[in-house]
């Protein structure tokens, strides 16, 4: 996987690039394409935990070879309830 990190939109001092991409590879992560029939480009959303167990949540984009992060926080309690409530199902 393949991250373009220059001239990121958001501020990487909260969240390191390295966790952002753990979360990326997380093998439960959840990638989401939105409904929203009013944008230009697809963006994703990725909801995944980084090596330390950090919930994180990441708004995307991709062109199939690299990833564009465009925004990146930690998940919000309803977020971290949707990706454990997901993944539960999934076992």
Known sequence: MDFDWLDTPFELKTILPKEIEESFEDPFSL???PDTAHATEAR?????????GRAIFTVF?????AYRVIFSR??????A???ERKNSELA
């Open 31 to 33: 990638r989401i394409l």
């Open 44 to 52: 994703y959303y990725n909801l995944g935990k980084s090596m330390t």
């Open 61 to 65: 984009w991709t062109d199939g070879k």
């Open 74 to 79: 930690d998940m919000t309690p309803e977020e």
């Open 81 to 83: 309830h949707y990706y």
